[in-house]
T-cell receptor, first 117, second 107 residues
Framework: ETGVTQTPRHLVMGMTNKKSLKCEQHLGHNAMYWYKQSAKKPLELMFVYSLEERVENNSVPSRFSPECPNSSHLFLHLHTLQPEDSALYLC????????????????FGPGTRLTVT | GQSLEQPSEVTAVEGAIVQINCTYQ??????LSWYQQHDGGAPTFLSY????GLEETGRFSSFLSRSDSYGYLLLQELQMKDSASYFCAVNGQNFVFGPGTRLSVLP
């Protein structure tokens, strides 16, 4: 398989459940990202990992917990979510984090459509 | 803080030319990227500008003016399949995306 894959594609969970989203990239990239995309809102960067080290956490509530066991895999662990957390969660990767003079394009996975009931 | 502005919607007819503008306020600016996202799909990379001027890739061109903190995406010879949302994104310390412009191409 090539590119960036995400599982599951759709997830419905209650507010008391615990679930995990999985992302895998087959591109040999060093940086991976979690984004949240809600209706009529910009893509919100949640977490950034570079070489398996978390380098950014954009004030994301603790009910979202990322994990990056190696450079190819990224997880987002979910627990006690709220209905407003319902959104499309996108994983992306890039060769490295942005730097001057280099267009590190991001490759996105298809996303997980999450509904919290 | 960092912020980007784009028009929310643009409508044009097949064969026409459309320009989608993007203004930004950010720190640590390296360049401006553009992404396309069809309904139900993932964003895909279109172009990148690090320096002032126009970059052309087929029917799509992108322009950047660093002094004006402004860029645009130009789509020529519009086709129905170009109906999608288009996002500008600042490449800075990280990637920051604009709110997106929904382009509708009419027959």
């Amino acid at each position: 398989e090539t590119g960036v894959t995400q599982t599951p594609r759709h997830l419905v969970m209650g507010m008391t459940n615990k679930k995990s989203l999985k992302c895998e990239q087959h591109l040999g990239h060093n940086a991976m990202y979690w984004y949240k995309q809600s209706a009529k809102k910009p893509l919100e960067l949640m977490f950034v990992y570079s070489l398996e080290e978390r380098v950014e956490n954009n004030s994301v509530p603790s009910r979202f917990s990322p994990e990056c066991p190696n450079s190819s895999h990224l997880f987002l662990h979910l627990h006690t979510l709220q209905p407003e957390d319902s959104a499309l969660y996108l994983c992306a990767s890039s060769q490295d984090r942005p730097e001057w003079g280099t267009s590190y394009e991001q490759y996105f996975g298809p996303g997980t459509r999450l509904t919290v009931t | 803080g960092q912020s980007l502005e784009q028009p929310s919607e643009v409508t044009a007819v097949e064969g026409a030319i459309v320009q989608i503008n993007c203004t930004y306020q950010t720190s640590g600016f390296y360049g401006l990227s553009w992404y396309q996202q069809h309904d139900g799909g993932a964003p895909t990379f279109l172009s990148y500008n690090a320096l002032d001027g126009l970059e052309e890739t087929g029917r799509f061109s992108s322009f950047l003016s660093r002094s004006d903190s402004y860029g645009y995406l130009l789509l020529q010879e519009l086709q129905m399949k170009d109906s999608a949302s288009y996002f500008c994104a600042v490449n800075g310390q990280n990637f920051v995306f604009g709110p997106g412009t929904r382009l509708s191409v009419l027959p």
